[in-house]
């Protein structure tokens, strides 16, 4: 169910579609994490902070070891126009994850529209990975450091606002 802020908002719309997810996408139950205070668009990128808690992931962790790992995307929005979690009072959140056959379309803001975007030609995948500061948890072409992990795929580019992803399953790079 669409939660929306106000009236004047009938027009917004989620910024992650799911496109094969009857199969290859799984939505997993979570909460929320109370100390996670930006605003969330489905489609950013989320990690856990506990047994069933997430939150935004930031593009400037270094990935390894027992530090966090990207989790999944969020397939829920709390933000200015859609606020799913809020108005429930329980911070109940979903999370999309999947493997490599899991596709989504992501409109912005869920993914940063200012970066170039463009799908290989000779085989080699483009991946795209977390975004960090004012950013952070936004898709981005732009790795933000050396030990940056890939989150998903680009597949396809629909126009200068939406893009087709496709994840990349933990632990195959």
Known sequence: MLQLTSLANVGVH??????QSKYEATPVATFLDPSE????????????TGGDTVAL????????????????LA???RNANIDDVTQTGVNVFTVWIGGDNAYFQIAAPAFDATQSYSVSTNGTPTYLYAGTGAQKAVLTSAAPNAYA????????VLGPTQI??????????
């Open 37 to 48: 205070t930006g605003n969330i668009y489905s489609g950013m990128v989320l990690y856990r």
């Open 149 to 156: 992990t890939p989150v998903a795929e680009l597949v396809d």
């Open 57 to 72: 992931f930031d593009g400037n962790t270094a990935v390894s070891g027992s530090s966090p790992k990207p989790f999944g």
């Open 14 to 19: 989620r910024t992650c579609i799911p496109l």
């Open 75 to 77: 397939a829920l929005d």
């Open 164 to 173: 087709v992803v496709r994840l990349v399953p933990r632990g195959t790079l």
